[in-house]
């Protein structure tokens, strides 16, 4: 988002208090903000927070003649890549949906060829109301994006959906507006991520440690880049990243179907922690029976997806494989990139223990040898691994 310009709205509800800090987010991403207060935004917050953290002058009126002067408002609401309008409270948007122009905000969003973008956040009921339903049906109609509005506790005392999404989810749905025209732009990625769960009865499963931090976190950064995502995730509780399609799965039999079911793609992200052995599930809980033993679990070999996926007739043109190992990381790492016939293996040794932590050290293996990444977020590796993904395609 370096280098944007965007023009923020910020309606007339509880929630303005959100825009400050959304500024500030802003900001700190090298965006600029050109921001418009309306009347009952000013009720909430004042003109100078918002003047302050966006480091430009607010305009709140359409007859200011020093602002219409420095900028006319036709001029203005041309002037970003995107006018946001956060918070829009149902006043605002019924009256931009009836064309209105009776104040600034309104006028600016008549005038404008810009893309717009509204962050609704209202009462549950005035959401809810067929009015509001329909006034957004017709923004929408017309090109408009809005960010659907969270459920839960509101100021008002009331549950349901109407809040407004929480600064970062607002940011991932802003870069994706930006990363549409990115890099990976009409390229479709299947991640897979987590772990599988293979049951041993109706009670109990084999498992492992991976928690999907990072497979999430790839997957969220290709939407980011413009790419299309299905994400085959194990059982984790971790939220959907903003734009990706996600698709829930238990087994490794399950995903190698889903895997197989969203192809064609152009890469394949395999991060998921493949339980490499299923028992046969018994149909009724083991009981502990005094004098009988323990059950004998007899193991099968799960279908190498990763394996199947390099080998298939739609193979991705990208085939990434992520490798977990103990010890020896190179050598293991780059047989296992050959033997599973993948153009490129993330690799990280587990004896640090990574799972679930939010830090990693990865390095790729490619058939031109192996970069040493070093310590980073997981967020940044996979930031970094769809910059390299985006080149390659
Ligand atoms: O053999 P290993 O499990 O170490 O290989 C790791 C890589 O292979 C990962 O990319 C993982 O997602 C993938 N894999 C797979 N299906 C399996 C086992 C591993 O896709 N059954």
């Given at each position: 988002?370096?280098?944007?310009?965007?023009?923020?709205?910020?309606?007339?509800?509880?929630?303005?208090?959100?825009?400050?800090?959304?500024?500030?987010?802003?900001?700190?991403?090298g965006?600029?903000?050109l921001?418009?207060?309306?009347e009952?935004?000013?009720?909430?917050?004042?003109?100078?927070?918002?003047?302050a953290?966006?480091?430009?002058?607010?305009?709140?009126?359409?007859?200011?003649?020093?602002?219409?002067?420095?900028?006319?408002?036709?001029?203005?609401?041309?002037?970003?890549?995107?006018?946001?309008?956060?918070?829009?409270?149902?006043?605002?948007?019924?009256r931009?949906a009836?064309?209105?122009?009776?104040?600034?905000?309104t006028?600016?969003?008549?005038?404008?060829?810009?893309?717009?973008?509204?962050?609704?956040?209202?009462?549950?009921?005035?959401?809810?109301?067929?009015?509001?339903?329909?006034?957004?049906?017709?923004?929408?109609?017309?090109?408009?994006?809005?960010?659907?509005?969270?459920?839960?506790?509101?100021?008002?005392?009331?549950?349901?959906?109407?809040?407004?999404?929480?600064?970062?989810?607002?940011?991932?749905?802003l870069?994706?507006?930006?990363?549409?025209?990115?890099?990976?732009?009409?390229?479709?990625?299947?991640?897979?991520?987590?772990?599988?769960?293979?049951?041993?009865?109706?009670?109990?499963?084999?498992?492992?440690?991976?928690?999907?931090?990072?497979g999430?976190?790839?997957?969220?950064?290709?939407?980011?880049?413009?790419?299309?995502?299905?994400?085959?995730?194990?059982?984790?509780?971790?939220?959907?990243?903003?734009?990706?399609?996600?698709?829930?799965?238990?087994?490794?039999?399950?995903?190698?179907?889903?895997?197989?079911?969203?192809?064609?793609?152009?890469?394949?992200?395999?991060?998921?922690?493949?339980?490499?052995?299923?028992?046969?599930?018994?149909?009724?809980?083991?009981?502990?029976?005094?004098?009988?033993?323990?059950?004998?679990?007899?193991?099968?070999?799960?279908?190498?997806?990763?394996?199947?996926?390099?080998?298939?007739?739609?193979?991705?043109?990208?085939?990434?494989?992520?490798?977990?190992?103990?010890?020896?990381?190179?050598?293991?790492?780059?047989?296992?990139?050959?033997?599973?016939?993948?153009?490129?293996?993330?690799?990280n040794?587990?004896?640090?223990?990574?799972?679930?932590?939010?830090e990693?050290?990865?390095?790729?293996?490619?058939?031109?040898?192996?970069?040493?990444?070093?310590?980073?977020?997981?967020?940044?590796?996979?930031?970094?691994?769809?910059?390299?993904?985006?080149?390659?395609?």
């Open positions: 988002m370096n280098g944007r310009t965007i023009l923020l709205i910020v309606g007339g509800g509880i929630a303005a208090y959100k825009a400050l800090e959304l500024v500030r987010a802003l900001r700190r991403e965006v600029r903000v921001p418009v207060l309306t009952g935004g000013a009720h909430f917050i004042t003109p100078l927070s918002l003047s953290l966006a480091e430009e002058t607010v305009r709140t009126s359409l007859w200011d003649l020093e602002d219409e002067a420095t900028m006319g408002h036709i001029a203005l609401s041309r002037a970003a890549d995107l006018i946001l309008v956060l918070p829009a409270t149902a006043d605002l948007m019924a931009a009836t064309g209105q122009a009776g104040d600034l905000a006028t600016l969003l008549l005038a404008t060829d810009t893309p717009v973008m509204m962050a609704p956040a209202m009462n549950v009921r005035m959401w809810q109301h067929p009015a509001t339903v329909a006034n957004v049906a017709t923004l929408k109609a017309r090109g408009v994006e809005i960010i659907p509005p969270d459920t839960g506790p509101m100021a008002c005392g009331e549950t349901g959906p109407g809040r407004l999404p929480e600064i970062p989810a607002v940011m991932a749905a870069a994706r507006h930006f990363g549409r025209a990115g890099a990976l732009a009409g390229k479709h990625v299947l991640v897979t991520a987590g772990p599988t769960h293979e049951p041993i009865d109706p009670v109990r499963y084999i498992a492992n440690r991976s928690s999907g931090k990072q999430f976190a790839i997957a969220g950064a290709l939407a980011a880049a413009g790419a299309r995502v299905s994400l085959v995730a194990g059982p984790v509780s971790l939220a959907t990243p903003a734009g990706v399609t996600r698709i829930d799965v238990e087994t490794a039999r399950e995903m190698a179907a889903a895997c197989e079911a969203a192809l064609p793609a152009d890469a394949a992200v395999m991060v998921a922690a493949v339980a490499d052995w299923r028992t046969e599930a018994a149909a009724a809980k083991h009981k502990k029976a005094p004098g009988e033993g323990p059950p004998a679990l007899t193991l099968t070999e799960n279908p190498d997806i990763l394996a199947s996926i390099a080998a298939h007739a739609r193979r991705p043109r990208l085939v990434i494989g992520f490798a977990a190992e103990t010890g020896d990381l190179i050598a293991k790492a780059s047989a296992k990139r050959l033997r599973k016939g993948a153009d490129w293996l993330v690799a040794d587990v004896s640090e223990g990574v799972f679930g932590a939010d990693n050290h990865v390095h790729l293996i490619t058939a031109h040898g192996h970069q040493d990444w070093g310590p980073a977020s997981k967020a940044s590796i996979a930031a970094r691994l769809v910059q390299e993904i985006a080149d390659a395609l």
